[in-house]
């Protein structure tokens, strides 16, 4: 491992006396592997596109994806299975907190830097972690509730995964949005980040309700879900839905065709993760936390490429 960050630091300062006795020898490659929890949803397949874009500006790098099917097992056995190929660094998108730590924790024992993606693991044993802020995004989400709802009515909040720290934070930031209103959350479930999940916990939620005024979705996908749900019992014009990711082809798009009435960004991170790499690989110094920034797409801001938050 060693041999590929003295090669690259190499490559970085071209102007060194002996440049150019590498010229005969092939380029060795600098390999990453990629821990993906899952690449059941279109976003996690932007992840991965958008680290082999950002990859593919390096030719000496080379990316290794695994998939870890949403089983958390087998994620902790492909991040393994990495430290034993001695990978030169990892990149690791975890299914959940608690049990991914371990793993990860004993790559950096091995040498190994790890960039943690999106979802937080527990303490700080990883070189460096990625991602928008999930507390800041849930707490703007809330304040959009309460202004759109003139701060009263009945809501279902069908979150992501709560062993996950981006289900934990798009929970606890939406309380404090809403807090002092008279915004209920009426029912709530677990939908693990799943659309079927979310279908089906909203079927319930509108055989228990007749009142709803808005549905929170922590990602698309299940707030994709529950407007299915809604329209197959013939509610969904009474209902708002809103959501968080803001894929082009996913959010944004429904927001376009009047699906959902709101979406927040949450960016991939992986051109981040790729940039980062290579200043790892540099010896450069690389902050701890890297937050990515958000941006709001509603049926107005919509058509001109959404608002920032600030
Ligand atoms: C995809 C996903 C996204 C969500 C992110 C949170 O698996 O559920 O929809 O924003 O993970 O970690």
Not at 60 to 66: G, N, P, R, S
Not at 155 to 170: F, I, K, N
Not at 206 to 222: A, C, E, T, W
Not at 285 to 292: A, N, Q, R, S, W
Request: hydrophobic letters at 40%; proline letters at 5%.
């Amino acid at each position: 491992m060693l041999g590929a960050f003295v090669f690259l630091a190499g490559c970085s300062k071209p102007t060194g006396g002996n440049s150019g006795t590498n010229s005969s020898t092939p380029q060795k490659k600098i390999t990453i592997g990629m821990s993906q929890c899952n690449l059941g949803e279109p976003w996690r397949e932007q992840m991965n596109a958008d680290i082999q874009a950002a990859a593919a500006k390096h030719p000496e790098l080379k990316v290794v994806f695994k998939d870890a099917q949403n089983d958390t097992l087998q994620q902790r056995a492909q991040i393994e299975e990495f430290v034993s190929a001695k990978v030169d660094l990892l990149i690791v998108s975890p299914k959940e907190a608690q049990p991914l730590t371990e793993p990860v924790a004993r790559a950096m024992d091995a040498g190994i830097p790890v960039i943690v993606l999106d979802r937080r693991l527990l303490g700080d044993k990883y070189t460096c972690f990625i991602g928008a802020d999930n507390k800041k995004i849930g707490n703007a989400l809330g304040e959009w509730v309460v202004k759109t709802l003139d701060g009263k009515g009945n809501v279902v909040e069908l979150m992501g995964l709560q062993t996950s720290a981006p289900g934990q934070d798009r929970h606890s930031g939406f309380l404090e949005g809403i807090a002092g209103s008279d915004i209920k959350i009426v029912f709530s479930a677990d939908m693990k980040w799943l659309e079927p999940d979310a279908r089906k916990e909203m079927e319930s939620a509108l055989s228990r309700f007749d009142k709803i005024d808005l549905v929170y979705g922590h990602n698309d996908p299940g707030a994709h879900g529950a407007y299915l749900a809604a329209k197959s019992a013939g509610r969904e014009k009474q209902i708002k839905f809103v959501g968080i990711d803001a894929l082009p082809q996913e959010g944004v798009g429904y927001v376009s065709q009047g699906i959902l009435d709101v979406t927040f960004q949450y960016p991939t991170g992986g051109a981040e993760a790729i940039d980062t790499a290579l200043k790892i690989f540099r010896d450069e110094k690389v902050p701890k936390d890297i937050t990515l920034g958000t941006r709001r797409f509603d049926k107005a801001s919509v058509k001109t490429g959404g608002e920032a938050l600030p």
